[in-house]
């Protein structure tokens, strides 16, 4: 494939995430994959406040991070272009988009900084250029289809409060309602879960005070799915239901992104860590076939950080060739 940004220049990709944040640096050309990029991951989650992410306190961790990833360049190499996806970019990404610009310029020396929400880099890394729909899935969950003739349609990344529906947290939640209903002897427990949930968190009744004041609680939520799904494969039916309905919530998302973007047949692409579950993959690609019965399952790319990437090698003086749709995917001029 043409190279689309000037030979010699390099691009950065930053994935923010809930669970962690991962860098990648490329030779400017279309990545087909990670293979050729220099990697760095951060294990700390985005910091998200009140009014949305934490610019500042992103910079502090990332710039680092650019240092260090950009000190072994080739002689002559530039950074030519960052992109920047992170989860709620499209309700809280307001600080990102007016404190990112200027530090990243004079941090990497960039023209361009393209600032995306997780689920545009998603599909990007996924499907690249083709239409269709991509459900990202880890700590939180997002489905985005894209049509050539109507853009980019979302469908939940409510955040953990109000949906993220069929996502780590969401699993994770349930299983630990369920593991709290058996220990209190209600209707809906699970002894499986309840021991699971014990050897991982400890003593149940130390649950509320330690979850609810962090705020990487659904990290921790999420930090329960794989544990659900093992007891799924264990038989406890308890656990296979909830993994059931994780499924059919995946489903659901991602057959309404394919409505709301005027897609029939739609290529559909799973992607993020949830999705290497064999159960909960295998329970989503079953209730994608009853709710969307058209679709085409399209194994990704790549993940979420190659999308990014991409995103960062195609920015020209021509469009990009995705529609722009601020907050969800916007192009800065930067000016340090």
């Known amino acids: 494939m043409e190279r689309i940004v000037p030979a010699g220049d390099w691009v950065v990709g930053i994935d923010v995430g809930g669970t962690g944040i991962r860098l990648a640096v490329a030779p400017g050309g279309w ?44 002689p002559g190499a530039r950074i030519g272009a960052v992109a920047v996806g992170a989860t709620g970019m499209a ?33 990007v890394g ?13 700590t939180g969950l997002v489905a985005i289809g894209l049509h050539p003739a109507t853009g980019w349609h979302r469908a ?9 529906c069929g996502s780590g947290g969401w699993i994770g939640r349930a299983g630990l309602e369920a593991a709290l209903r058996a220990y209190d002897g209600r209707t809906g427990g699970s002894a499986a879960l ?45 656990a296979g239901a909830i993994v059931r309905r994780a499924g059919e919530e995946i489903a659901d998302a991602a057959a309404a992104a394919a409505r709301s973007a005027g897609l029939s047949a739609p290529q559909v692409a799973l992607t993020g860590g949830l999705f ?50 601020p907050p969800l995917l916007d192009v800065h001029t930067m000016v340090g």
Do not use: K, N
Request: hydrophobic residues 50%; contains cysteine.
């Open 31 to 74: 990545p087909a994959d990670l293979s050729g990029a220099r990697l760095r991951a951060l294990a700390e989650p985005a910091r998200i406040a009140v009014g949305g992410h934490d610019a500042q306190a992103l910079l502090t961790r990332l710039l680092p991070a650019l240092d260090a990833l950009a000190a072994g360049l080739p």
């Open 91 to 123: 309700l809280l990404g307001r600080g990102l988009a007016a404190g990112l610009p200027a530090p990243l310029a004079r941090a990497t020396g960039a023209d361009r900084l393209v600032l995306a929400g997780d689920a545009v880099t998603a599909h």
């Open 126 to 138: 996924a499907l690249g250029r083709r239409p269709g729909v991509a459900v990202a899935a880890g």
């Open 156 to 164: 939940d990344g409510w955040g953990q409060l109000l949906g993220d």
């Open 194 to 238: 309840l021991a699971s949930a014990e050897h991982r968190y400890g003593p149940v009744t130390g649950l509320p005070g330690a979850l609810q004041p962090r705020p990487d609680r659904a990290a921790l939520l999420a930090a329960f799915a794989p544990d659900v799904v093992d007891a799924a494969d264990g038989g406890c039916p308890v």
């Open 276 to 325: 290497a579950l064999a159960r909960l993959r295998e329970a989503a690609l079953a209730a994608l076939g009853d709710r969307l019965p058209a679709a085409r399952p399209h194994h990704p790319d790549g993940p979420p950080l190659l999308g990014a990437l991409r995103l960062a090698a195609s920015v020209t003086g021509a469009a990009l060739p995705w529609p722009l749709d």
